[in-house]
Nanobody, 127 residues
């Protein structure tokens, strides 16, 4: 059974940066597409970014394009989300998710497309 554990969340001022990590265990990630989602208080969980199992394909929600970068290190079985130029509206619990999927693109950023989820890590952007 694949398990995911996120880390790296915290509090940061607007304009700051954080790097989230998602460590996988129970299976290797090289056959899985990976994604990051977030959920702000009172809002639905939304997809932020995804990456294909090969790393060749990525996707981002418009609100984070140019600021966030997803990456993966299959040797470490870990996925990352580098978040720069953070804004107060980025405040949310961030979740790592994966699904068994091979191809040059990642599945749509829809919660129904991803089967395994981490417990989440809080990101707070505030002055």
């Amino acid at each position: 059974q694949l398990q995911l554990v996120e880390s790296g969340g915290g509090s940061v001022q607007p304009g700051g940066s954080l790097r989230l990590s998602c460590a996988a265990s129970g299976d290797t990630l090289d056959s899985y597409a990976v994604a990051w989602f977030r959920q702000a208080p009172g809002k639905k969980r939304e997809g932020v970014s995804c990456m294909s199992n090969s790393g060749a394909g990525t996707g981002y929600v418009d609100s984070v394009k140019g600021r966030f970068t997803i990456s993966r290190d299959n040797a470490k079985n870990t996925v990352y989300l580098q978040m720069n130029s953070l804004k107060p509206e980025d405040t949310a619990v961030y979740y790592c998710a994966t699904t068994y999927h091979s191809g040059s693109t990642c599945p749509p950023l829809d919660i129904l497309e991803y089967d395994y989820w981490g417990q989440g890590t809080q990101v707070t952007v505030s002055s």
